[in-house]
């Protein structure tokens, strides 16, 4: 049900490029990778910082600055990197709806 659900989701994105919004299915997917370091609860991790929570804009000016190395950090500049625009406000739309746990 979930693939199904996500196919239909990246049908959708290719179908409109230009989407302003971020797609939270196709961000939850690709937090796959993100939540290997941060902690989708919430609270840092040793020197990971948290990213739940944030607004939607904050979070891709964020990572679109990893993404062209106006930010340090080499992993995160090598994260951003590979993403689309796309893909980076359905990535903010999706940590931006979780909740942090206290
Ligand atoms: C290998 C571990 C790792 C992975 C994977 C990773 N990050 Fe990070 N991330 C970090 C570290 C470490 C920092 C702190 C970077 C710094 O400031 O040097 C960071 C910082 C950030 C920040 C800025 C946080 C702040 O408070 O300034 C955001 C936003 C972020 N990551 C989002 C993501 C997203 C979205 C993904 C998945 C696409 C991701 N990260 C994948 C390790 C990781």
Redesign the pocket.
Known sequence: MRVALLCVTVLLIHATPLRAAGDIGLGQY??A??????QPSGPRDA?????VG?PEDQ?VA??SA?GRKQ??????QA??AR?SRE??AA??AY?GALTPQP
């Not at 020197?47 to 990213?51: A, L, S, T, Y």
């Open positions: 690709l937090a990778e993100c939540v290997s370091c941060h020197d990971i910082p948290p990213i944030w979070f964020v990572l990893f930010r340090d950090g080499q992993v995160m994260v951003a993403l893909e980076m990535l903010a940590f």
